[in-house]
């Protein structure tokens, strides 16, 4: 893991944050994910988040991501050849501001390699 500690980590996940993103229509093992995401990239793989919720590939991410990119709270991005991943950077402001960071530097746009140095 990089610099942060395993305690930092479980920290940003803190139950309110959780509660204040399912708000939003999450389930709370989303929820829990996309505190994570807000606070520590802005942007995931599908992949990620199946690892997160251990689950395979399959209709619950799909529709986890239909969800998000279906309400404008984030953004599909395929960098390189269709299918080999997309990234999802999560940009929506109430978000940021349901959990207490309305002016994280990950809400805001960037170029593609900045991206990928987050994920």
Do not use: W
């Not at 500690?5 to 709370?28: H, K, M, Q, W, Y």
């Not at 599909?76 to 994280?104: D, M, S, W």
């Amino acid at each position: 893991m990089s610099s942060m500690s395993l305690r930092d980590l479980s920290d940003s996940a803190r139950p309110e944050r959780v509660n204040a993103v399912a708000i939003f229509g999450f389930t709370e093992r989303q929820a829990r994910f996309l505190v994570r995401v807000l606070v520590h990239a802005g942007v995931f793989l599908e992949r990620q988040y199946c690892t997160f919720a251990d689950i395979t590939h399959g209709q619950k991410s799909h529709d986890f991501l239909v969800k998000l990119v279906g309400r404008g709270y984030a953004t599909a991005i395929t960098p390189g050849a269709l299918h080999r991943g997309r990234l999802f950077h999560v940009q929506y402001k109430p978000l940021y501001e349901a959990i207490g960071e309305p002016n994280n530097r990950h809400r805001k746009p960037t170029e593609l390699s900045a991206l990928n140095r987050r994920g």
